[in-house]
C-alpha cells in the first residue's frame, strides 16, 4: 500500500519560513515525478511546485517561483520544500503528490488528475 506523510507545517510570520517534507512508503518514485499541490478555503487545489526523479526537470508556480524550493531524496524515498518570504496569500493545506509514470508533458507535471498518490496534507498558516 502506498503512503505519502508530509510534515512540517505549521503557523508563521509574514516573511518567515517553513520547510515541509514527504516520505512516501510502499513503492519507490525514483523514476517517476513528485510535487507538491496546496489548496486554500474556498479554492481548487492548485501546482506548486514538482520535478522528475533526476530533478532535470523542476517547475514552479509563478506565485512562488523564487521563494519555494523542491529537493529530492531517491535513496530515502522523500521530497521536501524549501519555504522562504512566505505570504499571507501562501495559507493553505500543502499536498504531497506522487505520479506512477514519469511525465511527458508539460500538463502532466502541473494538473492535480495527472497525480496518482497523495498524502493527507499539511497546514501552513502565514500570518501578517
Known amino acids: 500500500q502506498v503512503q505519502l506523510v508530509e510534515s512540517g507545517g505549521g503557523l508563521v510570520q509574514a516573511g518567515g519560513s517553513l520547510r515541509l517534507s514527504c516520505a512516501a512508503s510502499?513503492?519507490?518514485?525514483?523514476?517517476?515525478?513528485m510535487g507538491w499541490f496546496r489548496q486554500a478555503p474556498g479554492k481548487e487545489r492548485e501546482f506548486v511546485a514538482v520535478?522528475?526523479?533526476?530533478?532535470?526537470?523542476?517547475y514552479y508556480a509563478d506565485s512562488v517561483k523564487g521563494r519555494f524550493t523542491i529537493s529530492r531524496d531517491n535513496a530515502k524515498n522523500t521530497v521536501d520544500l524549501q519555504m522562504n518570504s512566505l505570504k499571507p496569500e501562501d495559507t493553505a493545506v500543502y499536498y504531497c503528490?506522487?505520479?506512477?509514470?514519469?511525465?511527458?508533458?508539460?500538463?502532466?507535471?502541473?494538473?492535480?488528475?495527472?497525480?496518482?498518490?497523495w498524502g493527507q496534507g499539511t497546514q501552513v498558516t502565514v500570518s501578517s
Open positions: 520535478n522528475n526523479w533526476s530533478g532535470g526537470s523542476t
Open positions: 503528490a506522487a505520479r506512477k509514470r514519469l511525465p511527458q508533458y508539460y500538463s502532466e507535471y502541473v494538473s492535480p488528475v495527472e497525480f496518482d498518490y
Open positions: 510502499g513503492r519507490t518514485f525514483s523514476s517517476s515525478a
